[in-house]
Protein backbone atom coordinates (compact mmCIF):
# COMPACT_ATOMS: atom_id res chain seq x y z
CA UNK A 1 0.00 0.00 0.00
CA UNK A 2 2.77 2.08 0.89
CA UNK A 3 4.38 1.81 -2.57
CA UNK A 4 0.95 2.35 -4.22
CA UNK A 5 0.51 5.83 -2.39
CA UNK A 6 4.35 7.01 -3.43
CA UNK A 7 3.61 5.99 -6.76
CA UNK A 8 0.66 8.09 -7.13
CA UNK A 9 2.34 11.08 -5.24
CA UNK A 10 4.96 10.60 -7.76
CA UNK A 11 2.48 10.68 -10.10
CA UNK A 12 1.26 13.65 -8.83
CA UNK A 13 3.93 15.80 -9.08
CA UNK A 14 5.63 15.10 -12.37
CA UNK A 15 2.41 14.79 -14.32
CA UNK A 16 1.79 18.58 -14.76
CA UNK A 17 5.26 19.03 -16.06
CA UNK A 18 4.95 16.80 -18.30
CA UNK A 19 1.49 17.58 -19.81
CA UNK A 20 2.85 21.02 -19.79
CA UNK A 21 5.60 20.16 -21.79
CA UNK A 22 3.51 18.91 -24.89
CA UNK A 23 1.83 21.74 -25.62
CA UNK A 24 4.10 24.85 -26.90
CA UNK A 25 4.99 27.79 -29.23
CA UNK A 26 8.56 28.83 -30.03
CA UNK A 27 9.88 31.28 -32.36
CA UNK A 28 13.31 31.11 -34.79
CA UNK A 29 15.09 33.23 -34.76
CA UNK A 30 13.91 34.55 -31.26
CA UNK A 31 15.02 38.41 -32.29
CA UNK A 32 14.46 39.87 -35.96
CA UNK A 33 14.49 42.84 -37.67
CA UNK A 34 11.70 44.31 -39.72
CA UNK A 35 10.88 42.82 -43.29
CA UNK A 36 12.33 39.45 -42.16
CA UNK A 37 11.10 36.31 -42.26
CA UNK A 38 10.37 33.90 -38.64
CA UNK A 39 9.50 30.49 -38.41
CA UNK A 40 6.47 29.96 -35.90
CA UNK A 41 6.67 26.17 -34.53
CA UNK A 42 5.88 24.14 -31.76
CA UNK A 43 2.90 21.24 -30.88
CA UNK A 44 -0.99 21.87 -29.48
CA UNK A 45 -0.02 18.82 -27.39
CA UNK A 46 -3.64 16.20 -27.22
CA UNK A 47 -5.69 19.42 -26.74
CA UNK A 48 -6.98 19.79 -30.38
CA UNK A 49 -7.88 18.35 -33.27
CA UNK A 50 -5.29 16.89 -35.64
CA UNK A 51 -4.78 15.33 -38.68
CA UNK A 52 -7.42 16.32 -40.49
CA UNK A 53 -8.79 18.63 -43.50
CA UNK A 54 -9.35 22.35 -41.59
CA UNK A 55 -7.74 21.25 -38.76
CA UNK A 56 -5.78 24.40 -37.48
CA UNK A 57 -3.80 25.88 -34.66
CA UNK A 58 -4.29 29.98 -34.40
CA UNK A 59 -0.77 32.19 -34.14
CA UNK A 60 -1.81 35.71 -32.62
CA UNK A 61 1.00 38.48 -32.36
CA UNK A 62 0.82 42.05 -32.53
CA UNK A 63 3.70 41.67 -34.56
CA UNK A 64 2.46 40.54 -37.22
CA UNK A 65 0.77 44.15 -38.02
CA UNK A 66 1.08 44.75 -41.78
CA UNK A 67 1.98 40.75 -42.29
CA UNK A 68 -1.05 39.25 -42.15
CA UNK A 69 -4.93 40.44 -42.92
CA UNK A 70 -6.38 38.30 -40.27
CA UNK A 71 -6.89 38.78 -36.99
CA UNK A 72 -8.47 36.97 -33.77
CA UNK A 73 -10.11 39.23 -31.38
CA UNK A 74 -8.36 42.45 -33.07
CA UNK A 75 -4.94 40.70 -33.27
CA UNK A 76 -3.19 39.86 -35.69
CA UNK A 77 -3.24 35.92 -36.70
CA UNK A 78 -1.44 33.55 -39.18
CA UNK A 79 -3.52 29.88 -39.14
CA UNK A 80 -0.56 27.09 -39.15
CA UNK A 81 -2.56 23.68 -40.83
CA UNK A 82 -2.58 20.73 -38.18
CA UNK A 83 -4.39 18.77 -41.30
CA UNK A 84 -1.35 16.67 -41.75
CA UNK A 85 -0.39 16.29 -37.83
CA UNK A 86 -0.69 13.38 -36.22
CA UNK A 87 0.81 14.34 -33.04
CA UNK A 88 0.04 17.66 -33.00
CA UNK A 89 3.32 19.89 -34.77
CA UNK A 90 2.85 22.37 -36.69
CA UNK A 91 5.11 25.41 -38.15
CA UNK A 92 4.43 28.28 -40.85
CA UNK A 93 6.96 30.82 -41.72
CA UNK A 94 5.50 34.82 -41.27
CA UNK A 95 7.45 37.90 -43.27
CA UNK A 96 7.40 40.70 -40.98
CA UNK A 97 6.19 44.11 -42.48
CA UNK A 98 8.77 46.65 -43.03
CA UNK A 99 7.30 48.80 -41.04
CA UNK A 100 6.89 46.70 -37.83
CA UNK A 101 8.23 48.73 -34.94
CA UNK A 102 10.86 47.73 -32.79
CA UNK A 103 10.28 45.90 -29.49
CA UNK A 104 9.13 43.01 -27.63
CA UNK A 105 5.67 41.10 -28.52
CA UNK A 106 4.11 37.82 -27.25
CA UNK A 107 3.62 35.07 -29.89
CA UNK A 108 0.45 33.05 -28.78
CA UNK A 109 -1.04 29.97 -29.63
CA UNK A 110 -5.12 28.90 -30.02
CA UNK A 111 -6.72 26.05 -31.07
CA UNK A 112 -9.68 24.29 -29.51
CA UNK A 113 -11.26 27.07 -27.59
CA UNK A 114 -7.98 27.90 -25.15
CA UNK A 115 -4.78 29.06 -25.49
CA UNK A 116 -1.66 26.21 -25.75
CA UNK A 117 1.32 28.24 -25.21
CA UNK A 118 3.29 31.54 -25.91
CA UNK A 119 7.03 32.82 -26.04
CA UNK A 120 7.99 36.18 -27.03
CA UNK A 121 9.94 37.50 -30.45
CA UNK A 122 12.13 40.47 -30.30
CA UNK A 123 11.93 43.14 -33.11
CA UNK A 124 15.36 45.03 -33.84
CA UNK A 125 16.43 47.80 -34.89
CA UNK A 126 17.47 46.92 -38.90
CA UNK A 127 21.15 47.06 -39.42
CA UNK A 128 22.46 47.68 -42.45
CA UNK A 129 24.82 45.10 -44.61
CA UNK A 130 27.50 47.66 -45.80
CA UNK A 131 25.54 48.16 -48.90
CA UNK A 132 23.81 51.32 -50.67
CA UNK A 133 21.89 53.55 -47.95
CA UNK A 134 18.74 52.12 -47.35
CA UNK A 135 19.78 48.59 -48.26
CA UNK A 136 19.25 46.01 -45.80
Known amino acids: M ?4 AALVGLA ?3 PAALA ?3 FVKVTPGSVSPNKTVTVSG ?3 TGCQT ?3 GDAATIISHAFKGATKTNFAGVPSVSASLATSQNGSFSIKVK ?3 NVKTGKYAVSGRCGGGNFGSTTL ?3 KSVGTGGLPGEY
Open 2 to 5: KKLI
Open 13 to 15: VFA
Open 21 to 23: ASH
Open 43 to 45: SVG
Open 51 to 53: GHK
Open 96 to 98: LAK
Open 122 to 124: KVT
